[in-house]
């Protein structure tokens, strides 16, 4: 491994990974600030800032944020999550330091020009529209609102239109004071980089930033629950969670050998059961996601109105059979998809800078390859099938549905056929 | 460059390009068979197929295809467009000759069990549904029906549920026999990977296979005109196309320079004009699609109900002022553009790969990456500025519209508008 790291006296920390042989780099600032920051009355803000970074800075105009970095082939792009914002670029090698420069300049240096703030008021707006008329979008926000009601955690990222309508400066800068502090910010890089220049760079653009306190995070309680819109969809939209480990719980290569082994791949249980067998469905899957405090293993499929309780009833007794007869091969079947897939993802810069942000924030080191592995292999059967038999025994489910679901089964007939 | 190409004696081609320093391997085989291959009673039937394929071979069952790729932490998988249909694999260094053994089974020994076609229907039913279910997916293919009305080209590759309800066995075995023919396909692996042993490998798995003359396709006529489907949704999805050069034809670079300066990223007109100075819309796009023998400018947005007559006055009077006003430094960075990005991709196996597959189905060789620099070098601001020129001079346009679209212009008028 060629993984290097440094830390700014101000905690700002640095994780880059020269990977021989490639011409391009991967290049972003992740910030430990996301929608569960967010107290209600900001519910969409850290989004909202994420898009006004590239919409002016001291040094740049939104034109020229744009074109600084596309003059030279690359690209910038930028996403919010419920814990984190990133922003990042993807250039020749030749280009790192330019990409630093520009990246680091819409994260600490966007002006906010009201008149800017009401064109991309227009543009969230439309996003969120997008993304109502998109069921397996949508679907995911109320699935994460039924798990975590009342809670920062719970709402959603893009937040609602009548907050969304009236952010103002203000509310920006609130923010960015609040969470967007040297060490809540890690830059990451991979591909064709040179560590000590990195260092340097970064020394002179976040060496006098300061470093603050930020509020801890509301501990997210799930609850679970159900949220049923009935409409007339072509598809009956079925999702279903129920709490899983947070990022440090050791449990966590228990919960993703789980739901690789449960609906991770074309062999999984869920997609033979309810796919090849039955013709159910055309995506399904199970994913095991997680944050500081706590996680969810969340379950999507959809199918036709007539057969969405058959869907769901199924997926309640594959949860239950997991739970007594998981099998050794299934589960080293599992593993093999894990650490394949973490060597798979090593092969791209972008992957590698993101996952490489992801550890320096959570573990603040980043564990070798050999320990992760360590851990995929330590999963045994038998934790694996504990694990199924937790959520199979009365822990709180949290569903949503979209379209002709009015025959679909309320959630608690659907935990009380589990622990029947 | 370590491409390297073999030709079997029936016309199979490889062609294979290792990657060092890389640990996996993308291998597929892509087969010159697509939904534009198909008569109208057989609508639907490529796309069928590469579902039917992972159904059980003369060696393998549905499960055992999933868990022979899956068991050794790789994945598989297929996709039908309109002019190609592939199969493919990412596996780790070691396992290279399990994936092209299954893939080559999928391909060459489905056994179309009628119990599984059943099942299978479903499956694809759903996807249709799914698809249905999302404007900014659906919305294409209605493009594409416009653009190229009552041919196979214009089809759908999903095809139309009352097909897909009643295909069977011989609909299968017909379509596979009329076109999955030696000559017709190409096994391109990038990665770790050894050429000499896969084509001692394919000699053994394609050599006693049949080259067989395919049907030509009928050539595709862009006619345009309009589709406008009125529903409650909280965006209107605008989709627009001109016809632009086939893959063949050396203007392609200029058709692909100009939709990256129009609406290809951040820095483009279209991004610039309709999202980041009036914040019109989330997304927006244009890009150069390409036939063999005709391909579509394809612009797309969406926007308010109130607000879409706007975005599409706007879309045609930027395309208009192109035509005038393209600058050099535009068509630079679309060049840079173009260029990174090709240098980007090569990075990935799986792109390379499909990237090979390509090449050699069009060229039946694979042009290095001088020849494709000095092609986009070759494009001029003067042939960007005419290329949009004639799309501005009342060429047939093609319009689609889905949601609160009511008060948008009708084509006509749109075109008016540009030759006015």
Redesign the interface.
């Known amino acids: 491994m060629t993984v290097q790291t440094h830390r700014l006296k101000n905690g700002f920390r640095i994780v880059t990974e020269n990977m ?5 780099a991967s290049v972003g600032i992740w910030v430990n600030a996301g929608g569960r920051h967010e107290r209600i009355e900001q519910n969409g803000i850290a989004h909202f800032l994420e898009h006004m970074a ?2 002016g800075t001291l040094r740049r105009s ?2 020229q ?3 600084a ?8 792009n930028a996403y919010t999550s419920r814990e984190m914002t990133a922003y990042y670029a ?3 090698a030749d280009d790192v330091a330019l990409a630093l420069d520009v990246v680091s300049d819409i994260v600490l240096n966007p002006i906010f020009d009201p008149a800017e703030i ?13 993304a ?5 979008d949508i679907i995911f926000d109320w699935l994460q609102e039924v798990s975590y009601p009342n809670q920062p955690l719970g709402r959603s990222i893009l937040g609602p239109e009548e907050r969304v309508s009236n952010f103002q400066k203000p509310d920006l800068s609130t923010f960015v004071s609040e969470n967007y502090s040297a060490n809540q910010m890690v830059l990451a890089a991979a591909g064709a980089v040179d560590h000590d220049e990195l260092v340097r760079q970064c020394e002179e653009i976040f060496g006098d930033l300061i470093a603050r306190n930020q509020s801890p995070v509301l501990q997210g309680n799930f609850c679970g629950g159900e949220i049923r819109q009935v409409k007339d ?3 009956a ?1 079925f999702a279903l969670a129920f709490e899983s480990p947070n990022y440090k719980n050791p449990d966590i290569y228990t919960a993703q050998i789980f739901s690789t082994a449960f609906g991770g ?3 999984s249980r869920l ?2 059961e309810v ?9 399904i899957f199970a994913s095991a996601g997680a944050y500081c405090d706590t996680g969810t293993m969340t379950i999507y499929s ?3 109105g007539d057969k969405v309780a058959e869907l769901a009833n199924i997926t309640m007794d594959e949860l239950k059979r997991a739970a007594d007869d998981m099998s050794e091969a299934e589960v ?2 599992a593993r ?6 973490l ?2 993802g090593l ?3 972008s992957s590698r800078a993101e996952r490489l942000a992801r550890m320096m924030t959570i573990w603040d080191r980043i564990p070798s390859l050999d320990e992760i592995v360590a851990q995929i292999d330590g999963v045994t059967t038998e934790t694996v099938r504990n694990f199924a038999g937790s959520m199979s025994s009365g822990a709180p489910a949290a569903m949503a549905l979209y ?1 002709p679901v009015a025959d679909a089964p309320a959630v608690e007939k659907l935990q009380a056929r589990l622990v029947a």
């Not at 227009?122 to 969120?128: P, T």
């Not at 796919?275 to 995506?283: D, T």
């Open positions: 021989p042989g490639l011409k391009s590239f919409k939104s034109v944020i744009a074109e970095i596309e003059d030279v082939g690359g690209y910038i993807r250039v020749l009401e064109v991309e008021r227009g543009v969230i707006l439309s996003e969120i529209g997008q109502l008329d998109t069921p397996d969809l072509e598809q939209h791949g074309m062999s997609f033979q796919r090849e067998k039955r013709g159910l469905c055309y995506s959809g199918t036709s080293a079947r093999a998809q894990m650490k394949a897939g060597l798979m092969e791209s810069p379209g």
